[in-house]
């Protein structure tokens, strides 16, 4: 063999085995949380993704709690049969039911030695060598915590519509984490790499938030001088909600959440989140005077074939009648969310009393 083949081939060992020791390092302090509640259909396929690109001993070397609200329908029994062949993988009651409360016990349960938390969704499916990439990112950088872009994608014809519309302007209205292609410190992003003991030290999510407690952390990390680092070269495929009445329900949560966490920690809303709430006012007053004159049928008609629109474009792009529901998917998050935004504020006010506190799962 050529001595400068010979040569390189040595080198490139001992690079590979100074990268495996590295990445077991951090893989043993390293606490992966996964909050659930009737997540049967999806647990099984987020562990074998998070497997995907990690050798056997770096897998082993992470701890994985998954914290159960509640689940009835088979979560535990899936996730306690996946233990019996992974050891670090283990299942802990969540008793505060919400995603919030349990990554908060997951962190609080968690070996003392794991001071980095990634927290990972069970809708979530993750690229090959996601975690290693992930924790390294987290540790090479400067921010307090790394966050990542989403991709959705579908199964069924309205989950297919829905991932299609959500990741477009009209969807997210530009939203970096939301299908965002350039790296870069935001405000905020899909939760992601933290440093384990701060999370902690700042209470960890609001535990009494069943939607946006992810926004409502990253508003205090800001303003506790943190830094927020998204990296668009780790990307999670995301399976969005795969019926109107669960996506309503879904984006609803998401503007009261977003209403909790403007009144909380006096956040302003960006132009893309005032958008839904203008528009359920208008289109409110709309209807009440469309009785006095036809006119004021004009924004209900210009938003109707707004929709129409995405339907048709969403159909002709991707080649696909399932593109159809695209309008409707869209109408879910518009008039959901501005109204789950209204009634936060609505709840806040009647109710005379200030947000709830922070809480721990």
Not at 67 to 93: F, L
Request: aromatic share 10%.
């Amino acid at each position: 063999m050529n001595f400068r083949v010979k040569q390189a081939e040595m080198a490139d060992g001992m690079a590979q085995s100074s990268s495996d020791k590295a990445a077991l390092a951090l893989a043993r302090r390293l606490v992966i949380a996964i909050p659930t509640l009737n997540e049967a259909d999806h647990i099984a396929d987020c562990l074998d993704s998070l497997r995907r690109g990690v050798s056997p001993e770096i897998f082993a070397a992470m701890e994985i709690i998954i914290a159960d609200g509640g689940s009835s329908d088979g979560t535990c029994a899936i996730v306690e049969n996946y233990s019996a062949g992974h050891s670090n993988v283990r299942w802990v009651d969540n008793p505060g039911k919400f995603q919030s409360a349990g990554v908060n016990r997951a962190a609080e349960m968690a070996s003392q030695q794991r001071d980095i938390l990634l927290r990972c969704d069970a809708h979530a499916v993750y690229p090959e060598g996601f975690i290693l990439k992930a924790i390294s990112s987290w540790a090479e950088g400067e921010a307090d915590s790394v966050v990542f872009p989403m991709d959705a994608q579908g199964q069924g014809c309205f989950q297919k519509a829905n991932a299609w519309i959500v990741d477009t302007k009209l969807g997210s209205g530009g939203s970096a984490h939301r299908g965002g292609r350039q790296s870069g410190f935001v405000d905020h992003g899909h939760h992601g790499v933290f440093d384990k003991n701060r999370f902690l030290q700042l209470g960890g999510y609001d535990a009494s938030f069943s939607h946006n407690e992810d926004a409502e952390f990253d508003a205090r990390l800001r303003k506790d001088g943190g830094k927020i680092w998204l990296d668009a070269d780790i990307r999670i495929g995301y399976f969005p909600r795969s019926n109107p009445a669960s996506l309503w329900r879904q984006y609803f949560g998401y503007g009261k959440g977003r209403a909790r966490n403007v009144l909380k920690n006096r956040e302003s809303l960006r132009l893309r989140q005032m958008i839904p709430v203008v528009n359920i006012f208008v289109l409110a007053g709309s209807f009440l005077l469309a009785p006095l004159h036809p006119i004021f049928l004009v924004w209900p008609a210009l938003y109707g074939a707004l929709l129409m629109g995405a339907s048709l474009w969403m159909a002709f792009r991707h080649k696909s009648i399932c593109g159809l529901w695209s309008g409707v998917a869209l109408a879910d998050m518009h008039l959901a969310w501005g109204l789950g935004f209204v009634s936060g504020i609505f709840q806040f006010i009647s109710s005379g009393t200030k947000p709830a506190r922070q809480g721990r799962g």
